[in-house]
């Protein structure tokens, strides 16, 4: 994902890991440690550009 400031102040992001279900139909949103996120937070100058990373966790083991 790319975040970028188009503001003239700089601005701290930071990323929260959501996991969506659906319960009775309904879809929710609650936090995961499934995924990886890198940074996790960071901050962004005046017309940065931040590129973050993402990716699911290898839960399983396979020998």
Known sequence: MTVQNND???KKFQLIRLK????????EY????????TPVTFTLHDGKIQLT???KKHT???Y
């Open 8 to 10: 003239y102040a700089p």
């Open 53 to 55: 990373g993402s990716f």
């Open 20 to 27: 969506r279900t659906y319960k009775d139909g309904i879809e």
């Open 30 to 37: 609650k936090e995961t440690k499934d995924l990886v996120a």
């Open 60 to 62: 399983e083991l396979f």
